[in-house]
């Protein structure tokens, strides 16, 4: 068996464990590379683990367009969790629309809003969640585990990927057929928010594109974070 043969094995045995023995899991996709991989393996293997992405009504269309792809694909509709309207509707009265530019802990309200709490209700009555992030996506994921205790959500989350280097996943998709997002094709490596998202040069690291104008260490959306500080999440296994 070869490397990738390998890790798609893992996968899938992961996957299906999480299905079997923590019912039930839900897949919070980003709709980008990685999450398409996840979201063949669920799909083909028809395991009982719904998928969902959050419509932050900020995203590309490009982006919006892999829901559809998904449809036409596998007859599966995704699920959208959208944002509180009038908590939308406040913070760009008060800060402007794009106040995100401004400073982190702009950056993080925003987030906050458009993603944390729609996350927040998309995992509530779960017992697990799954991601497609890997390890070597940036540095704030250099230590990711396969499995984790989620405490500021209460419920175990899956990081399946967690080895898979960018190469894996474009050999995993190319080999499948996977439908993709369009943009990864202009130079967008790492996808979110449209006004959050740039594409990068040939040789520049993969998430250098999100929230350019912050420092490394800081550049995450609030998913993984509390109370606008990286989580020190417990690894229970590898
Ligand atoms: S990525 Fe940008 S636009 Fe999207 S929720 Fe975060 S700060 Fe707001």
């Known amino acids: ?19 079997r023995d ?17 979201t063949d393996l669920i799909l083909k293997a028809r395991l009982p683990i719904g998928i ?3 419509d932050t009504g900020r995203l590309h269309p490009e982006t919006l367009a892999v829901v559809d792809a998904v449809e036409a694909r596998y007859g599966y509709a995704i699920a959208l969790y959208r944002p509180n309207a009038q908590a939308v509707d406040a913070y760009v009265a008060q ?21 944390v709490e729609p996350l927040g209700r998309a995992l509530a009555g779960n017992r697990a969640w799954v991601t497609g992030q890997r390890r070597s996506q940036s540095t704030t994921r250099a230590e990711l585990a396969v499995e984790e205790i989620d405490a500021a959500h209460g419920m175990t989350k ?3 990927l967690a080895a898979w280097s960018e190469e894996d996943v474009w050999n995993y998709i190319r ?14 490596p790492s996808i979110g928010c449209a006004p959050c998202t740039r594409a990068v040069q040939p040789g520049e690291d993969v998430r250098a594109g999100r929230w350019w104008w912050e420092n490394p260490d800081s550049k995450e959306c609030g998913l993984h974070m509390v109370d606008g500080k990286l989580i020190r999440i417990k690894s229970v296994a590898t």
Do not use: W
């Open 1 to 19: 068996m070869n490397e990738i043969d390998s890790l798609i094995g893992a996968t899938e045995a992961t996957l299906a464990r999480i299905a």
């Open 22 to 38: 923590f019912s039930p899991a839900v897949f919070a996709s980003s709709l980008a590379a990685e999450d398409m991989v996840l």
């Open 52 to 54: 969902f992405s959050l």
């Open 95 to 115: 800060n402007g629309l794009n106040a995100f530019y401004d400073s982190v802990e702009m950056r993080l309200a925003c987030c906050g809003i458009r993603k």
């Open 158 to 160: 899956f990081n399946p």
């Open 175 to 188: 080999a499948n057929d996977v439908p993709y997002n369009a943009l990864h094709d202009q130079g967008f």
